[in-house]
């Protein structure tokens, strides 16, 4: 998880990326109206965010008993909390968070976010609010990392985040045709924001199965305060993008993938 949601976080210069977005209109560019004040708090400082001034509840960074990310058993998928996802296309706010790709989600009723995009667990609905990217991949799998990762912000109606869904991002033969969509993000030296109409929500759950296999466990925010009580869910399938679009995206972010949290209360693959 990222620092705008607690947060504006620096964002920056647009990219020279790939503008063949399929049916993508991009309805404007404008800068952000006040500046942005430098975060308390770095990745190079991680394991002191429990110490950091500035930022209300941040001792639960250190003293937290469901932190993410964690390290995921490889082969030992969850069969419960089967998530149900009824995503569509959506129009928001696209530009970078400070190390990476990050789009923010219009209300689409105008009032609340109970008319976006859901996940369904149980009787638990939760509401697309945003995405964004982290480089490399915050969880681990058997201990290996991805090269990036990609998360589905999930919120109550009000826009608390409640829920996460991770797809992990690797290189490969194939473009990613949800990947394409965003390619056009700002820099992380930007105050640039993009007004983009059109993403296809749907593509990124074509791309990885429709989250078919998962590991599913309760956590935290994965940078400051690191607040508990979200539900994640990680995708055994990997989002697959170009070794261009990878390196279009390594040229958008910075490091930003927390250090793996110990294991405790997390109640992995449980209800």
């Known amino acids: 998880m990222f620092r705008s949601l607690i947060a504006l976080a620096a964002v920056s210069a647009v990219l020279a990326c790939p503008q063949d977005n399929s049916n993508v209109r991009v309805a404007g560019l404008q800068k952000r109206a006040e500046e942005v004040a430098p975060s308390p708090w770095t990745y190079e400082g991680a394991r002191t965010w429990g110490n950091t001034a500035g930022v209300n509840g941040s001792e639960v960074c250190q003293l937290g008993m469901t932190q993410s990310p964690i390290n995921l058993p490889f082969g030992q998928y969850s069969r419960v909390h089967i998530p149900t996802l009824n995503y569509t296309t959506v129009s928001g706010k696209l530009s970078n968070w400070g190390y990476g790709i990050q789009f923010m989600l219009n209300k689409t009723n105008g009032r609340d976010y109970t008319g976006?995009?859901?996940?369904?667990?149980?009787?638990?609905v939760y509401y697309l609010h945003?995405?964004?990217?982290?480089?490399?991949?915050e969880h681990r799998i058997n201990g290996e990392r991805s090269h990036g990762e990609l998360h589905l912000v999930h919120a109550d109606a009000e826009?608390?985040?409640?829920?996460?869904?991770?797809?992990?991002?690797n290189p490969s033969e194939?473009?990613?045709?949800?990947?394409?969509?965003?390619?056009?993000?700002?820099?992380?030296?930007?105050?640039?924001?993009?007004?983009?109409?059109?993403?296809?929500?749907?593509?990124?759950?074509?791309?990885?199965?429709h989250v078919r296999k998962f590991w599913t466990?309760?956590?935290?925010?994965?940078t400051p305060p690191c607040g508990e009580g979200l539900r994640w869910w990680v995708?055994?399938?990997?989002?697959?993008?170009?070794?261009?679009q990878m390196q279009n995206l390594l040229g958008v972010s910075l490091y930003s993938s927390r250090t793996e949290q110990n294991v405790w209360r997390h109640d992995v693959n449980q209800l």
């Open 116 to 124: 976006n995009p859901t996940l369904t667990d149980g009787e638990q």
């Open 130 to 137: 945003s995405f964004h990217t982290h480089t490399p991949s």
């Open 159 to 169: 826009g608390k985040p409640k829920g996460v869904l991770g797809l992990r991002i």
């Open 174 to 209: 194939n473009e990613s045709p949800f990947i394409a969509q965003v390619l056009g993000c700002p820099g992380v030296d930007s105050t640039a924001v993009k007004y983009v109409e059109n993403i296809d929500m749907v593509k990124a759950l074509d791309e990885v199965d």
């Open 217 to 222: 466990y309760k956590g935290s925010l994965t």
């Open 235 to 244: 995708a055994e399938n990997v989002l697959q993008v170009s070794d261009t």
